[in-house]
T-cell receptor
Framework: GENVEQHPSTLSVQEGDSAVIKCTYSDSASNYFPWYKQELGKGPQLIIDIRSNVGEKKDQRIAVTLNKTAKHFSLHITETQPEDSAVYFCAAGSGYSTLTFGKGTMLLVSP | DADVTQTPRNRITKTGKRIMLECSQTKGHDRMYWYRQDPGLGLRLIYYSFDVKDINKGEISDGYSVSRQAQAKFSLSLESAIPNQTALYFC??????????????FGPGTRLTVL
């Protein structure tokens, strides 16, 4: 089955800095790579996703890149703000299977 | 109203008790999932159902069972709770979107403590 590794497990940045979270996956059949943000006391919420036919996708301050050859994908957050502080999860899967999640990254943005 | 609801939100129980966690959704999705979240271990899949007559084991199904009562309802049971089942439990739903993607929508979670 699919195996997703996520790094780092914790990340501390100053407000305004950029943050990068990296994930690798093992199953070459995976073609859908979402990122979820979980705020304290809430369920995970999708913030951005990318499909295997695209190398990069941006949405305002967040972007995701995908390297299918190397089987890795990354989340980039620019101009971080305190409200970006949360746990972020990457996942891999396809429309015809379940998603496998990484172990999560706790991002702390200090004012 | 929330699209995915879970009851109860918090539960404290004792070892050996039977517990049921319930999930309801108004999104009209066919697919429903139960996950367990433990610190440092991320989200692990317990059971999933792709339609009312379909039930599948996930990565960590031992000690759990599920029931899909209707398209909108999916319950998770712990037949005889044990302390290492203390965790945060999430229900999620998904429908096939564009090009077969599988965006999942999560409920608010149930915090279960087994003493």
């Amino acid at each position: 089955g699919e195996n997703v590794e996520q790094h780092p497990s914790t990340l501390s940045v100053q407000e305004g800095d950029s943050a990068v979270i990296k994930c690798t996956y093992s199953d070459s059949a995976s073609n859908y790579f979402p990122w979820y943000k979980q705020e304290l006391g809430k369920g995970p919420q999708l913030i951005i996703d990318i499909r295997s036919n695209v190398g990069e996708k941006k949405d305002q301050r967040i972007a995701v890149t995908l390297n299918k050859t190397a089987k890795h994908f990354s989340l980039h957050i620019t101009e971080t703000q305190p409200e970006d502080s949360a746990v972020y999860f990457c996942a891999a899967g396809s429309g015809y299977s379940t998603l496998t999640f990484g172990k999560g990254t706790m991002l702390l943005v200090s004012p | 109203d929330a699209d995915v609801t879970q009851t109860p939100r918090n539960r404290i129980t004792k070892t050996g008790k039977r517990i049921m966690l319930e999930c309801s959704q108004t999104k009209g999705h066919d697919r429903m999932y139960w996950y367990r979240q433990d610190p440092g271990l991320g989200l692990r899949l317990i059971y999933y159902s792709f339609d009312v007559k379909d039930i599948n084991k996930g990565e960590i199904s031992d000690g759990y069972s599920v029931s899909r009562q209707a398209q909108a309802k999916f319950s998770l049971s712990l037949e005889s709770a044990i302390p290492n089942q203390t965790a945060l439990y999430f229900c999620a739903t998904s429908g096939l979107g564009l090009a077969g993607v599988n965006e999942q929508f999560f409920g608010p979670g149930t915090r279960l403590t087994v003493l």
